[in-house]
Each structure stands twice: as structure tokens, then as C-alpha cells.
């Protein structure tokens, strides 16, 4: 694989070589070539690499599926690259199903707790956003984060232009086997972002409990321009960090 020089970038096919633009805007060229899909379905040879095909197909579902769940999030706290990011996640719980065999492995028997401290937006980090303590209060019924006393304008490093901001608790109850999922959220009113200290903010969501579901508690901060009491976006979602701060 070869990056493309020079003024002029081409896409498309040119004898035995493939020209396209990578997800991160870089013009590439590679040569065609490759083991055919029908050897590599039917070959002994190739047994590991159906097997591996298969694990990424089901890391590729349930990251999808997951991203679903938090579609909300995804809305307002996505860097671009989230999809893949989720995914690489994904295929290490995946990997670690413990009971499965190689090829078989799947999803909902791996360790879900490798998703905790997942960033929805690799650009902006939520422990590099929020410069106050956070702690994370988690018991058989409930999930409680509480951010202690702070002053918005110092302690938050919020997206150029903004003016307010909300902080939203966001559960994900998720089943992978029926492929089915609810959320619900906690979140607080819109806060002028002032040089003045605020009160601790806390936010509670339950554990409903039903069975064959995972619960995913993410934590989301929203930064918007306020115009006479109407809430607008600001246009770099990536600006708005959230992250997975518990699973059960």
C-alpha cells in the first residue's frame, strides 16, 4: 500500500492498481490481487482466517448495535471515527468469551467490563473536559456520578463559543441475543457557563434488572449557544465528550 504524490488524486481502478480516499481523507494506491473469496471459504488452509472472518462479523453487530443504543450520544458526541473505534472494542470482548470455542465466540459471554472508560469522541477526552472530580457511586439498585462544587469557566475546557452547557447521565439496557435495547436519561438544566462557583451536580439512574440485559451508564457533556432562551448546537459535536463510567 502506497500514499498518493503530487497535485493530482485519483480514485478508481487503472490496470492492476486501486486508487481511493482512506477514512482519513488520504489519497491511497494498492495493487488488486488476493486469495479469492471462494478459496478462502472452502481451503483447510484458510480454517483460522474463516474462523477470524466470523469473530469480526460479530464484533462488527454488536458494536453497531451498541451504537444504536446510545444513538443519542452519538448524535452529539462523535469525533468520526466512532464506528471503528467501538468495533476494535467490541473484538476484544469478543475474544474474550471464555467458554466458546475459536470462530464461535461471541459478544454478550465476554467481559463487558472492557467497555468501561470508552470515549465516544476520540477528540474530546471527558477527564480532559471536566478539571473537577468525579465520582462514580454504583450499588445493586442504581448508579449514581456526582461532580463535585466547580466554576464553569475555569474547571470546564469547553468548545470556542459557547455560552451553556448540560451534563447528562444516559443508561443503555441492552440484550444481544434478542437484539433489542431502552435507554433512559438523567440530565440537568441548561448552565450558564459563569466565572461564579455552582453546586455539585448529581444524577441517578436505576438498574431495572430484567434479565438477558446489560446496562450501559454513560456520562455526556453538551456544550450549546443560548439566543434569547433558544438552544442551539454548536456545529463541532466533537467538542462534546461522554464516556461508558459503568456496566452491569
Same mark, same amino acid.
Given at each position: ?128 473536559? !471536566?478539571? @473537577? $472530580?468525579? #465520582? ?13 462544587? %466547580?466554576?464553569? +469557566? ?70 450549546? !449557544?443560548? @439566543? $434569547?432562551? #433558544? ?13 461508558? %463510567?459503568?456496566? +452491569?
Amino acid at each position: 500500500m502506497a500514499k498518493q504524490a503530487g497535485y493530482i488524486k485519483l480514485e478508481g481502478t487503472m490496470g492492476d492498481l486501486t486508487f481511493y480516499k482512506n477514512r482519513d481523507g488520504k489519497f491511497i494506491a494498492r495493487r488488486k490481487g488476493g486469495v479469492s473469496k471462494k478459496r478462502i471459504q472452502n481451503d483447510p488452509r484458510f480454517q483460522r482466517t474463516r474462523e477470524n472472518l466470523k469473530e469480526f462479523a460479530v464484533a462488527a453487530s454488536s458494536a453497531k448495535f451498541l451504537k444504536n443504543a446510545f444513538r443519542e450520544i452519538e448524535l452529539k458526541s462523535n469525533g468520526g471515527k466512532l464506528h471503528n473505534r467501538l468495533y476494535s472494542n467490541a473484538m476484544k470482548v469478543v475474544k474474550s468469551d471464555p467458554v466458546s470455542p475459536r470462530g464461535e465466540r461471541k459478544f454478550e459471554l465476554g467481559n463487558m467490563d472492557l467497555l468501561k472508560g470508552f470515549e465516544f469522541s476520540e477528540k474530546s477526552v471527558l477527564r480532559n473536559v !471536566l478539571k @473537577v $472530580n468525579l #465520582d462514580v457511586i454504583e450499588d445493586a439498585a442504581s448508579v449514581t456520578v456526582t461532580i463535585e462544587e %466547580l466554576v464553569p +469557566s475555569k474547571y470546564l475546557v469547553y468548545a470556542q463559543g459557547s455560552t451553556y452547557y448540560r451534563i447528562s447521565l444516559i443508561r443503555a439496557g441492552v440484550d444481544f441475543t434478542l437484539q433489542s435495547y431502552d435507554t433512559e436519561t438523567a440530565s440537568t438544566p441548561a448552565m450558564e457557563i459563569v466565572n461564579v462557583s455552582v453546586p455539585e451536580v448529581s444524577l441517578t439512574l436505576p438498574k431495572p434488572g430484567v434479565a438477558g440485559k446489560k446496562y450501559f451508564f454513560a456520562l455526556a457533556i453538551e456544550f450549546f !449557544l443560548d @439566543v $434569547n432562551g #433558544d438552544q442551539y448546537d454548536m456545529n463541532d459535536i466533537s467538542q462534546n465528550p461522554a464516556a461508558i %463510567l459503568a456496566v +452491569s
